[in-house]
């Protein structure tokens, strides 16, 4: 099992940033996938961005420029660092672990831009 812990989420006014953290532990697969995923009301959820074990990014066309994913592998850690946030950024972001054919899922971690 792999278990997976967000932090960093908070209210934020339009332009600011944020960074979110998400560690992961258990029986983690060396090859894997990190990624964040966000859920705003009333919609889907949808990929914010993701990085691969050898550290090629994937990013929406709706983040790309304001948003960098990174990881730590020796933590077994990604980050997210949002920049220029604006309203249509407010969500529930997820962490994910793809990794031996299976989904692994955070608990989620609310992100509210607004002034």
């Known amino acids: 099992q792999v278990q997976l812990v967000e932090s960093g989420g908070g209210l934020v006014q339009p332009g600011g940033s944020l960074k979110l953290s998400c560690a992961a532990s258990?029986?983690?697969?060396?090859?894997?996938?990190m990624g964040w995923y966000r859920q705003a009301p009333g919609k889907e959820r949808e990929l914010v961005a993701a990085?691969?074990?050898?550290?090629?990014?994937n990013y929406a066309n709706s983040v790309k420029g304001r948003f960098t994913i990174s990881r730590n592998n020796a933590k077994n850690t990604v980050y997210l660092q949002m920049n220029s946030l604006k309203p249509e950024d407010t969500a529930v972001y997820y962490c994910?672990?793809?990794?031996?054919?299976?989904?692994?899922w955070g608990k989620g971690t609310l992100v509210t831009v607004s002034s």
């Open positions: 994910n672990l793809f990794g031996g054919l299976m989904h692994y």
């Open positions: 258990g029986s983690i697969f060396s090859v894997n996938t």
């Open positions: 990085i691969f074990s050898g550290g090629g990014t």
